[in-house]
């Protein structure tokens, strides 16, 4: 039997908690611990070695980003999903910056947590009794999307953002769905995420919007070690894609 993934909550909302938790309980995951600071939440993780911790930024005792970054230096194994009100990009870019895997702003639906749970844990080790074990390149490879994205400007609480992530990857794995993004790459987008294939396509271009808008071309251009666009050119949803996906798999 496969162990349940093991999840923590912090946040100073008890009722926003026992929404979640009721909602995780449900879906393969089992909320062992709770906590309303800071300083539980650092208790929690030590005792209990949890999968992952759902956070708010704001706690007491010690900040959210305080407890990312010691864990990091620890190397703790605790995925961290950051559920704050604040929407600065300042704060944003620290906690991903500290370890956080996603990065949400509330209000947050419990159902939405959940899937991005499962996206850190889409492989388990199946090994009787075993722990999930997120899949290491898989892992990697966000990362280096997400890096990407930050430096271009690309804000990870709008929804183009998971998008066009998901789209990326699926260009790297199968590039020639590069050459179907109508008929196959969105809708299959629009499916994991339980919306329809036209708002994935309106969201991707949304953030690819957002980053030409706060003028980072500079930035695009270096990430790409070329003068790939100037301020008056944008790219199609499809460049755009193809451009990172192809700058990933040169880098192997």
């Given amino acids: 039997m496969i162990k349940e993934i093991k999840v923590v909550l912090a946040n100073d909302n008890a009722e926003e908690m026992t929404k979640t938790e009721k909602v995780l309980n449900t879906r393969g995951m089992v909320v062992v611990g709770k906590a309303n600071s800071g300083t539980m939440l650092d208790n929690l993780i030590n005792t209990l070695n949890p999968d992952v911790a759902i956070i708010d930024i704001m706690l007491g005792g010690k900040d959210g980003f305080t407890i990312m970054e010691e864990c990091q230096n620890k190397n703790v194994k605790t995925r961290f999903i950051v559920t704050s009100v604040l929407s600065s990009e300042t704060f944003i870019q620290k906690a991903l910056s500290v370890g956080a895997s996603y990065y949400m702003i509330k209000p947050v639906d419990p159902v939405t947590i959940a899937s991005r749970i499962a996206d850190l844990y889409t492989t388990f080790d199946v090994k009787k009794d075993s722990a999930p074990v997120p899949v290491s390149r898989n892992k990697q490879l966000e990362e280096k999307i997400t890096n990407i994205f930050i430096t271009v400007g690309i804000p990870a609480h709008i929804k183009g953002y998971q998008f066009l992530r998901e789209a990326i990857k699926m260009a790297i794995y199968n590039p020639e769905v590069i050459n179907s993004i109508t008929k196959e790459l969105y809708p299959n987008i629009a499916t994991k995420f339980d919306t329809s294939a036209s708002k994935v396509e309106r969201a991707i271009r949304h953030a690819i919007e957002v980053a030409w808008n706060r003028g980072k071309i500079?930035?695009?251009?270096?990430?790409?070690?070329?003068?790939?666009?100037?301020?008056n050119e944008k790219p199609t949803n499809g460049e755009f894609i193809a451009l990172v996906a192809d700058k990933m798999l040169l880098e192997g």
């Fill in 218 to 231: 500079e930035n695009i251009n270096q990430v790409f070690g070329i003068k790939v666009y100037s301020n």
